[in-house]
């Protein structure tokens, strides 16, 4: 599994009786700088490009989660729960989950709206893995940087993804991107109120 993801962004939590609302937002077309090659190597850096993750959003039978840290063990939200929407966009994906009041009621619920509304975890990160070249012959692109110091080019070697099985978003203290946070408020639940339908070698250093 790959893991990417962004500070900078939104990140809002809305909190009210037993639950929460927890929005997000993933901006595409950014560069994030995945290791800065230590002493002797090149820096690495890494790209979304816009949909990249279109193939398992743009399907609600594909059940896609929201959770603490990259743990399924401590999942906040799913999709076949009805508990999260996920939109697709040219710019950014974004999603609003519901927490609801049992999930808040657990140890790593209660941990992770603390955290966020402490702003100690407001970072997004998308879990996700590339398709088999049977699907998708050219799922990445892989180009060198350059070398322009003075314009912020330092011949890192630049990965593009342009094809990628999403399968969870989650919540994290320190993600990749500059601009990927959540949101969340806390919020009872109204009677009316909608119920949303529902490898390869790391490249992190």
Do not use: C
């Not at 879990?127 to 070398?147: N, S, W, Y």
């Not at 003075?150 to 500059?178: F, K």
């Amino acid at each position: 599994m790959l893991w990417g993801g962004v500070e900078g962004g939104g990140l809002e939590l809305r909190r009210q009786g037993g639950g929460a609302r927890l929005s997000g937002r993933f901006p595409y077309n950014r560069r994030a700088v995945l290791s800065d090659g230590g002493r002797t190597g090149r820096p690495r850096k890494e790209v979304i490009a816009p949909r990249a993750f279109a193939y398992r959003v743009d399907r609600p039978d594909e059940d896609i989660h929201l959770l603490l840290g990259h743990s399924y063990d401590r999942p906040l939200a799913s999709r076949k729960a009805g508990t999260l929407d996920i939109q697709d966009g040219d710019e950014a994906l974004t999603f609003e989950a519901e927490i609801t009041p049992e999930i808040a009621d657990t140890t790593h619920g209660r941990d992770a709206l603390a955290m966020i509304g402490a702003g100690l975890a407001i970072g997004l990160s998308p879990g996700f893995r590339l398709p088999p070249k049977r699907a998708v012959p050219e799922p990445e692109m892989i180009e060198d940087e350059g070398h322009d110091p003075e314009n912020g080019a330092h011949n890192a070697i630049i990965r593009t993804v342009l094809a990628a099985l999403l399968y969870e978003l989650s919540v994290v203290t320190r993600p990749a991107y500059d601009e990927a946070q959540v949101e969340a408020r806390s919020w009872t639940r109204p009677p009316e109120a909608r119920v949303f339908l529902p490898s390869r070698n790391r490249w992190r250093a």
